[in-house]
């Protein structure tokens, strides 16, 4: 049979790999986009995972959007099951480096990302709100694990399906190619 995680019984659906999974590169120039997407929670949930990735032209925004969806009867019938009236809860998250420091602002909307080089980033949401889950950094040239923050943003998937639409932005005007000192 196929290669499941470590320590995962085999009616927990995992395997080494979804069966399947998609890069696609829309537009051009200053409006070309990513949609990546894989079929590991198919078996599972009956859900496939899209997410659509676009850059500004002067690489301070950064939008994106995670969506979870069956796409067929198969994978429809499969999640009404799993997810019954509830829904299935997920979360997008974005593991944080140890040396980024985050706090929830805007009385909850958004998380400031202070960087050392004293860049601020901005992350916001559509249809969720983030929290702040404690988390470890594995490094190489760390010997043990370093204690960190993933932003998790939330949310339900009921039929037929979920999204979560989310901007990374520089919160103050930085010279172009001022970046983090090592």
């Known amino acids: 049979g196929p290669a499941r995680r470590a320590g995962a019984a085999p009616e927990a659906g995992f395997t080494a790999a979804p069966d399947q999974v998609t890069l696609l590169r829309e537009g051009e120039g200053s409006a070309a986009a990513l949609v990546l997407g894989h079929s590991g929670w198919a078996p599972s949930h009956g859900l496939v995972h899209v997410r659509r ?102 949310g339900r998937a009921r039929a037929p399906g979920a999204q979560i639409a989310w901007s990374l932005a520089k919160a103050e005007d930085t010279p172009v190619g001022v970046r983090d000192a090592a």
């Open 53 to 154: 990735l676009a850059l500004s032209a002067d690489g301070r925004i950064l939008w994106g959007e995670d969506a979870l969806m069956p796409t067929t009867p198969n994978q429809r019938r499969r999640f009404e099951v799993v997810a019954g009236p509830a829904g299935v809860g997920f979360a997008v998250r974005f593991p944080l480096h140890p040396d980024v420091n985050p706090a929830i602002a805007e009385e909850g909307a958004c998380v400031r990302l202070a960087l050392r080089s004293g860049e601020t980033w901005v992350l916001r949401a559509e249809g969720a709100l983030p929290v702040l889950e404690p988390s470890v950094h594995f490094d190489p040239d760390h010997p043990a694990p370093r204690p960190t923050i993933t932003v998790a943003l939330p």
